[in-house]
């Protein structure tokens, strides 16, 4: 597979649940970023990760945890959630998060999240 | 923090016609990048073009043109000769020079009619 591919594509799941969404990248880049996207709302990027590190996180609930155990993935882990936290989740990935070579970000398909 | 606004929720052009769709942005940045990204029905977004602040030239990509406008803190994004693929929801992005973040107008809902 090419890409940035993103699984699952739909979630269903109480606010009891775990759960965890997955995202690879065939592109050997460096940097991967978690998104979410809400109806009638701008783009929210939630977490950057350069190089496997933590480098950006947008004051997000601690009920979604992101893990990135190498460059080629990215998890968010996600428990107790809330109902407004459903919402489109995307990943994406640029070759570095900083300088002219972050400016192109690759997207997934997302994983479209529900939660009862 | 910056903000980028879209304020034409959606938007419709006849097929083979051309249309701009207009981007504002708010910042004190000098240096900076601006962008336009489509997200087909799929939902995978993809870039569409993007400028550097500190070129004067607006960037050109086949039928997509910007119309940037440094002082007026305007990014405006043409499509000429519409096709019917070009029916998505356009995002326009900006990036500061420095930093990690990102940040996203709501976007414009582009309908293309046959």
């Known amino acids: 597979e090419t890409g940035v591919t993103q699984t699952p594509r739909h979630l269903v799941m109480g606010m009891t649940n775990k759960k965890s969404l997955k995202c690879e990248q065939h592109?050997?880049?460096?940097?991967m970023y978690w998104y979410k996207q809400s109806a009638k709302k701008p783009l929210e990027l939630m977490f950057v990760?350069?190089?496997?590190?933590?480098?950006e996180n947008n004051s997000v609930p601690s009920r979604f945890s992101p893990e990135c155990p190498n460059s080629s993935h990215l998890f968010l882990h996600l428990h107790t959630l809330q109902p407004e936290d459903s919402a489109l989740y995307l990943c994406?990935?640029?070759?570095?998060?900083?300088?002219?070579?972050?400016?192109?970000?690759?997207f997934g398909p997302g994983t479209r999240l529900t939660v009862l | 923090a910056q903000t980028v606004t879209q304020s034409q929720p959606e938007m419709s052009v006849q097929e083979a016609e051309t249309v701009t769709l207009s981007c504002t942005y708010d910042?004190?940045?000098?240096?900076?990048?601006l962008f336009w990204y489509k997200q087909p029905p799929s939902r995978q977004m993809i870039l569409v073009i993007r400028?550097?602040?500190?070129?004067?030239q607006n960037a050109t990509e086949n039928r997509f043109s910007v119309n940037f406008q440094k002082a007026a803190k305007s990014f405006s994004l043409k499509i000429s000769d519409s096709q019917l693929g070009d029916a998505a929801m356009y995002f326009c992005?900006?990036?500061?020079?420095?930093?990690?973040?990102?940040?996203f107008g709501t976007g414009t809902s582009l309908t293309v009619i046959p």
């Open positions: 994406a990935s640029s070759l570095r998060s900083w300088g002219l070579a972050s400016n192109e970000q690759f």
């Open positions: 990760y350069s190089l496997e590190e933590r480098v």
């Open positions: 400028q550097e602040a500190y070129k004067q």
């Open positions: 992005a900006y990036r500061s020079d420095t930093g990690n973040q990102f940040y």
């Open positions: 592109l050997g880049h460096n940097a």
């Open positions: 910042t004190s940045e000098s240096d900076y990048y």
